[in-house]
């Protein structure tokens, strides 16, 4: 069975806990924030709602993990939320009260997962549902993450080992579960788990979009993400600094010929707005996004026109307007929905282009100066392959700009993009 692009047929859009909460985010910030996405952004094509790691740790309090601690767990070795951070799930009901008012407001739901099984399962050799094996026996003790204590992977070769796989995808599918991100997975590359989360979502009953952190993913496995995920990351953690956007654009330019519907590599989430309420990465607290708006202007329009998926990450009801506008321009995310074809069209010095086509017959156009005063970027409509009288329309500012018929030349700010649709 492989991944299809019925699934994820256009790059997922949503939010994703994990930047302004860290391990902690609450069942009261996961409504609140899904609420703000209802009324504000889901008629622009947001979507997702993804409670990020750890929701089965009673005491997380932030981005730092604490080691070896008990972890809310069924019989079978599945983790289940904390019921102190999630009342709803109270009585077994696991996350489905909360997804049920997830979909309620018109979303999906979705949920962080570590690849393996509890390495506190392991220890008490508890039973798998639908087989005789126990956690014992399929965990490969050797296994482990290098940053988080939870669990043991599992040997792919075992008796039992689809069957756990299958025990906790067929929860995951009684709760409403959408979407489920699998962390400690794509680097080092676990292609044998990997195929059993494949089986065990196709198997599962429900369609979930199947989301492969964290990064970079290994370039020469394009074609079995391509075959057994919808999503993957093709960087590393990715956060609010320049020299993390500026090499965005090497890893966009090496992944772009592997995008498409059903499989999106994925660039990470989107700090903008509020973010680090409860989060300590890089030694840097809570905070406003420390990209400046030119630089915040980049960010969505690279990710825009690679076509990644788009999750962002910060405290949505304390977006600014700013914030909005950047993830409610129309003729932004429609690059998102109907563009295709997106690559890199050259690369000298500090600048860069970028081009995508529409499904109207029109072509998109982004310039980006990585400089650092500001500059004209001029693209001779030849290397566009277009002739004629080209009329140029500036995305982001939703304005036409008059007509073209040798080049376009657009002044760029530094840091700064400029994104035209050309027809």
């Known amino acids: 069975m492989t991944a299809t692009v019925e699934i994820a047929s256009s790059p997922p859009m949503g939010w994703n806990s994990w930047d302004c909460y860290g391990a902690s985010v609450t069942e009261e910030e996961v409504l609140g924030n899904a609420a703000y996405m209802s009324e504000h952004m889901k008629s622009y094509g947001w979507e997702y709602v993804v409670v990020d790691i750890q929701w089965y740790e009673p005491d997380a309090n932030s981005s730092i993990y604490r080691p070896f601690v008990p972890l809310a767990m069924d019989d079978y070795a599945r983790l289940i939320p904390a019921i102190n951070r999630f009342p709803s799930a109270e009585q077994g009901?696991?996350?489905?009260?909360?997804?049920?008012?997830?979909?309620?407001?018109?979303?999906?739901?979705?949920?962080?997962?570590?690849?393996?099984?509890?390495?506190?399962?392991?220890?008490?050799?508890?039973?798998?549902?639908?087989?005789?094996?126990?956690?014992?026996?399929?965990?490969?003790?050797?296994?482990?993450?290098?940053?988080?204590?939870?669990?043991?992977?599992?040997?792919?070769?075992?008796?039992?080992?689809?069957?756990?796989?299958?025990?906790?995808?067929?929860?995951?599918?009684?709760?409403?579960?959408?979407?489920?991100?699998?962390?400690?997975?794509?680097?080092?590359?676990?292609?044998?788990?990997?195929?059993?989360?494949?089986?065990?979502?196709?198997?599962?009953?429900?369609?979930?979009?199947?989301?492969?952190?964290?990064?970079?993913?290994?370039?020469?496995?394009?074609?079995?993400?391509?075959?057994?995920?919808?999503?993957?990351?093709?960087?590393?953690?990715?956060?609010?600094?320049?020299?993390?956007?500026?090499?965005?654009?090497?890893?966009?330019?090496?992944?772009?010929?592997?995008?498409?519907?059903?499989?999106?590599?994925?660039?990470?989430?989107?700090?903008?707005?509020?973010?680090?309420?409860?989060?300590?990465?890089?030694?840097?607290?809570?905070?406003?996004?420390?990209?400046?708006?030119?630089?915040?202007?980049?960010?969505?329009?690279?990710?825009?026109?690679?076509?990644?998926?788009?999750?962002?990450?910060?405290?949505?009801?304390?977006?600014?307007?700013?914030?909005?506008?950047?993830?409610?321009?129309?003729?932004?995310?429609?690059?998102?929905?109907?563009?295709?074809?997106?690559?890199q069209l050259f690369r000298s010095g500090s600048h860069i282009a970028w081009t995508a086509k529409d499904q109207d017959g029109s072509m998109y156009l982004a310039v980006f100066n990585t400089g650092v005063t500001a500059d004209y970027i001029e693209v001779p409509l030849s290397k566009l392959q277009l002739e004629g009288v080209i009329h140029v329309r500036d995305v982001w500012e939703r304005a036409e700009l008059g007509q073209a018929e040798r080049s376009i030349s657009l002044r760029t700010l530094p840091h700064g993009a400029r994104l035209v649709k050309l027809t």
């Open 93 to 343: 009901r696991g996350f489905g009260p909360l997804a049920d008012q997830i979909h309620g407001m018109g979303l999906k739901f979705g949920i962080h997962i570590m690849r393996g099984i509890p390495r506190q399962a392991v220890h008490a050799n508890t039973p798998i549902l639908g087989t005789s094996r126990t956690a014992r026996d399929i965990a490969s003790t050797t296994s482990i993450c290098s940053w988080n204590t939870d669990m043991y992977g599992i040997d792919a070769t075992k008796e039992g080992a689809q069957a756990y796989y299958n025990s906790i995808f067929e929860l995951y599918a009684s709760w409403g579960v959408d979407f489920v991100k699998v962390d400690d997975i794509s680097f080092p590359y676990s292609e044998g788990e990997i195929e059993l989360i494949r089986n065990a979502i196709d198997h599962c009953g429900r369609n979930m979009v199947l989301s492969l952190s964290c990064g970079p993913a290994p370039l020469e496995k394009a074609e079995h993400l391509k075959t057994h995920a919808n999503m993957w990351r093709m960087t590393a953690d990715f956060w609010d600094r320049w020299e993390d956007l500026f090499d965005e654009f090497y890893k966009c330019a090496l992944w772009q010929e592997h995008v498409g519907p059903g499989h999106w590599p994925d660039a990470d989430m989107l700090p903008l707005g509020h973010i680090a309420l409860r989060s300590y990465e890089h030694a840097v607290g809570d905070r406003w996004t420390r990209f400046t708006k030119d630089e915040q202007v980049t960010m969505m329009t690279l990710w825009c026109i690679f076509r990644s998926p788009l999750m962002v990450g910060g405290e949505l009801r304390d977006n600014d307007e700013w914030t909005l506008s950047l993830l409610t321009n129309p003729e932004v995310l429609r690059l998102i929905t109907h563009s295709f074809g997106g690559k």
